[in-house]
């Protein structure tokens, strides 16, 4: 038995636009209608979400038999979290608040195993492996992983050129609430400062030579960015969407005062 595919990876590779969707709702039936729907790629975001291991394994399993591809985003740089998330089959690992080279170098020993990391080896007991059905699993894990790390904060955008061109860091994601909160314009991203910064960050990051991704649910802002040289944007949240549809339709009936949607995501 072969590695499945990191269909994430490869599509990186083509540089064509990929359009993907939070998973907020830390349940693979939820995750799974989402799937359904035609976005290129998932967040299953166990940093907000109330999502555990189990949760989101669910939503691996759930998405499996379809083509959107999964990303996980882990809740902080522990190893141990992070090989349990590999052990489970997470292939497309984000990492949250990343604000050096040390960090970003790191977390990719955290994915490898020795002598070029620290990953510990789960063998016939994980899913990665296919439970030992996987051939030659041990050598050929790393190829079939794709490392994005965060950039969001001061300190990171100040480090990002050393961050973008750490081996072994795939590609870099913008995190723009969290930069404008760092940057003293909470709530604010389109702020002209904030928006000088991620501008930085998307052009840095394009010059090491790496795909760079970003959060944008307003059309106009993932527009922008994407002229900018964002290759991967999430353009939606599944709890947003919701909301806003159930919005929309009590509104058919019920008077209600109009809600701005909100820029800080």
């Not at 830390?26 to 976005?39: H, K, M, Q």
């Amino acid at each position: 038995m072969q590695i499945p595919t990191n269909t994430f990876k490869r599509a990186l590779e083509t540089y064509a636009p990929l359009w993907g969707c939070w998973a907020g709702f830390a349940s693979g039936y939820a995750t799974e209608i989402i799937a359904g729907t035609g976005f290129d790629w998932l967040l299953i975001d166990g940093e907000h979400a109330p999502n555990t291991l189990p949760t989101i394994l669910a939503q691996l399993q759930a998405v499996a038999a379809y083509p959107t591809a999964p990303v996980v985003r882990c809740v902080n740089h522990d190893p141990a979290l992070i090989k349990q998330l590999l052990d489970i089959g997470t292939q497309t690992l984000m990492v949250p608040m990343v604000e050096s080279a040390e960090q970003a170098a790191a977390l990719v020993r955290a994915t490898r195993y020795p002598p070029h990391g620290i990953r510990g080896v789960g063998g016939g007991v994980v899913r990665a492996t296919r439970w030992d059905g996987v051939d030659d699993y041990l050598n050929k894990a790393a190829d079939s992983l794709c490392l994005i790390v965060q950039v969001e904060s001061p300190k990171g955008v100040e480090q990002v050129e050393a961050i973008a061109a750490t081996e072994g860091v795939d590609a870099v994601f913008v995190g723009p609430a969290d930069l404008s909160v760092g940057m003293g314009y909470p709530g604010n991203p389109s702020h002209p400062e904030v928006q000088t910064a991620i501008r930085k960050v998307i052009e840095t990051v394009k010059a090491a030579g790496k795909p760079v991704g970003i959060l944008a649910p307003m059309e106009e802002d993932a527009r922008r960015y994407q002229s900018l040289g964002c290759q991967f944007i999430a353009v939606g949240i599944d709890i947003s969407l919701m909301r806003q549809g159930a919005l929309s339709t009590i509104g058919l009936y019920k008077e209600r005062p109009a809600e701005r949607p909100s820029r800080t995501y």
